[in-house]
């Protein structure tokens, strides 16, 4: 496979409804997308930085810098057997995981629609559906809350989780469990407390909770180890885990019970299935987590979410949970079962909107190798 050319293309898409977490309110995506010309045929891929450096310290800004100054010239030009190969070439840049995952995750759709077999059968994936959760932000009162609670289960997924931090933590929680007993729930709080909460977060226990997610500081396993030893609820590191090493760190120091793997997170396919393979040799069940993605990004999630260690629901949402009109098609769909059915065909098995891709592009840049000056 060889890179002919990079396009970055930066896409502006409000969100059907606003999404509330400890660290912000979101109300339009600005979505980062390489498009990647491959021997003729066409590569996507999506850079989940959020719009500020909240979440991680990666942002929309900083990974078209990455892209544009570093990796993507460290990829043009490129002659490849297959995506597992990306990683070493752009090791020398530190960090930058988000930016990375999305040309990685590129030349993986570029070779499985080349080999013609579904991307997640290329990346060892072994289920034909996958279970669905949904992810709840903050809303503007308890009782909208517990509406959204009542419409996503109607809608037949499988978990709900809801964000929390202080304030807007036990009451809520106690309200969902009066009305729905028996229902898979966990609570994310994308490192609202500190250890001086350990006594206010043993009071989560009470709730049955499936996880609480990223108590903590979001750099940290060693405090989540210590925490974990007070709980009877299971953490589950998210924002802590960049690499197999961290994972496998974590889970030898107690500090999780649970693993949500995001792509972006740990800088793409190749990593994340490693990941994987950590957790899956340690007996910690691993999610999918999501980043508000379009549909390139959830395509891609569904995919990675039938490895077989993926064994809770992720925050693998249906396309009309985010967007009036997301970028693929068909729409991603989830069952009343609270299912999403991969697909056979090669490739990641939606098609790409150019059209509508275009309409909303803000921003493009091809990146080529310059031809070698003759003289
Ligand atoms: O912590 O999982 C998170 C969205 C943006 C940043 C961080 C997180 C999230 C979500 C959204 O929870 C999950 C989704 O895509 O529905
Ligand atoms: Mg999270």
Request: glycine content about 8%.
């Amino acid at each position: 496979m060889k890179i002919e050319s990079i396009t970055l293309r930066e896409l502006h898409m409000p969100l059907v409804h606003f999404f509330e977490t400890s660290f912000g309110r979101t109300t339009e995506r600005r979505v980062l997308l390489v498009e990647m010309q491959v021997d003729g045929i066409t590569g996507w891929g999506e850079c989940v930085a959020g719009e500020h450096p909240y979440y991680s310290e990666e942002s929309i800004e900083t990974a078209w810098y990455a892209l544009h100054e570093e990796l993507g010239p460290a990829m043009l030009g490129c002659t490849l057997e297959s995506g597992r190969e990306v990683p070493a070439r752009l090791l020398r840049v530190r960090g930058h995981r988000m930016a990375k995952a999305a040309l990685e995750n590129a030349v993986w759709d570029a070779e499985s629609q080349l080999k013609r077999v579904p991307l997640w059968k290329l990346l060892g994936g072994s289920r034909n559906d996958i279970a669905c959760g949904v992810s709840l932000g903050i809303q503007d009162s308890p009782e909208q809350l517990l509406e959204k609670v009542e419409t996503e289960l109607a809608a037949g997924y499988q978990r709900i989780k809801v964000k929390c931090k202080p304030g807007w933590d036990l009451d809520i929680l106690r309200r969902i469990r009066q009305r729905w007993p028996g229902i898979l729930l966990s609570c994310d709080a994308n490192s609202a407390y500190t250890l001086k909460d350990s006594e206010h977060l043993k009071r989560f226990d009470e709730f049955n909770l499936l996880m609480i997610e990223q108590p903590l500081w979001n750099d940290d396993f060693y405090f989540h180890a210590a925490l974990q030893k007070q709980l009877k609820t299971r953490i589950c590191l998210d924002e802590a885990i960049h690499h197999a090493r961290s994972a496998q760190a974590a889970i030898e120091l107690g500090s999780c019970g649970i693993i949500n793997i995001k792509v972006g997170r740990v800088g793409g396919f190749s990593e994340a299935v490693a990941v994987h393979d950590v957790a899956l040799r340690n007996n910690i069940p691993v999610w999918c987590g999501g980043m508000l993605e379009s549909g390139i990004g959830r395509s891609h999630n569904v995919a990675l979410s039938t490895l077989p260690g993926f064994s809770l629901p992720g925050d693998v949402s249906a396309s009309a949970r985010y967007w009036k009109e997301d970028v693929i098609e068909p729409d991603v769909v989830v069952s009343q079962n609270g299912t999403i059915k991969t697909s056979n065909e090669p490739g990641r098995g939606y098609a790409v909107k150019r059209e509508l891709i275009e309409r909303l592009t803000i921003r493009k840049k091809t990146m080529q190798k310059a031809a070698a000056v003759q003289i």
